[in-house]
């Protein structure tokens, strides 16, 4: 097949606070930059745009906003990207992607009276991941990585209710990663998984959440 047909992978990064996902992040596209891949870094949320500037005033508590519409604005502000990511990809971009649909979902998810049917309506449609990379803090390694920060969602007991909610939301796209090594340990595991669904999916359609 034409090489120029090839595709980029959508590779997401998941997990609870403090796991190591930003350091994974770019180390991974580092990585891939230097062997020569078209590869991109996204973060969700991204508090670049005007929906981002009000998630962040709500993350760092200057706002208060109703449990429901904080949760459709963070769907908002992921379909806010959805051209340019569909575009990057179809383009032969990879995109290392710190955060997705299934924060959204878990966070949301960790409140209480919150319908788990109802928060996943707003992703459907959005594109699906090639591979999830989830990592897996213990508690031990945790509770080593300094104190929690200020903003909202940042307590232990959230953080515990929001890592079982991850584990309803696993699928086949996901590797779970032990992240209690030091980020290059972790960083070897998650290559050669990567490496891999670049490889996989380069002749692949994209794929859609639905319902
Ligand atoms: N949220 C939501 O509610 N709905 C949504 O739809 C989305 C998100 C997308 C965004 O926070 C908040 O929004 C988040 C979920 C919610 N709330 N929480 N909690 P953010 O984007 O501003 O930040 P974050 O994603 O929460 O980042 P983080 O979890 O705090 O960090 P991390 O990216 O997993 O870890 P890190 O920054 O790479 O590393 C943390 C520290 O550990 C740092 O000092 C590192 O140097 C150190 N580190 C990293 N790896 C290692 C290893 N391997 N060994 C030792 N030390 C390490």
Redesign the pocket.
């Known amino acids: 097949m034409n090489q120029a047909l090839r595709r980029g992978a959508l590779i997401v990064f998941e997990?609870?606070?403090?796991?190591?996902?930003?350091?994974?992040?770019h180390k991974l596209v580092e990585v891939l930059k230097r062997e020569g891949h078209r590869v991109e870094l996204m973060?969700?949320?991204d508090r670049s745009t005007t929906i981002g500037q009000m998630?962040s005033q709500y993350?760092q508590k200057k706002v208060e906003l109703e449990d429901h519409v904080?949760?459709l604005l963070?769907?908002a502000?992921?379909w806010e990207a959805v051209k340019k990511m569909e575009n990057l990809l179809l383009n032969g971009t990879t995109l290392v992607v710190?955060?997705?649909?299934f924060?959204?979902i878990a966070?949301?998810a960790a409140k209480p009276h919150m319908d788990f049917e109802w928060l996943k309506q707003p992703e459907v449609g959005l594109l699906q991941p090639d591979l999830v990379l989830f990592?897996e803090l213990s508690s031990d390694v945790a509770s080593k990585?300094?104190e929690f920060?200020q903003?909202?969602?940042?307590q232990p007991q959230f953080?515990r209710s929001?890592r079982q909610i991850f584990r309803k939301l696993q699928d086949k796209s996901w590797q779970v990663i032990n992240?209690?090594?030091?980020?290059e340990?972790?960083h070897q595991d998650i290559y050669e998984k990567v490496k891999r669904s670049i490889e996989l999916v380069s002749f692949q359609q994209l794929k859609k959440f639905d319902k």
């Open positions: 997990g609870c606070d403090r796991a190591g996902k930003t350091t994974q992040c973060k969700f949320p998630i993350l904080i949760h963070f769907a502000n992921r710190d955060r997705y649909s924060s959204g966070f949301s990592l990585r300094g920060g903003e909202r969602y940042e953080q929001v992240a209690d090594g030091t980020p340990e972790v």
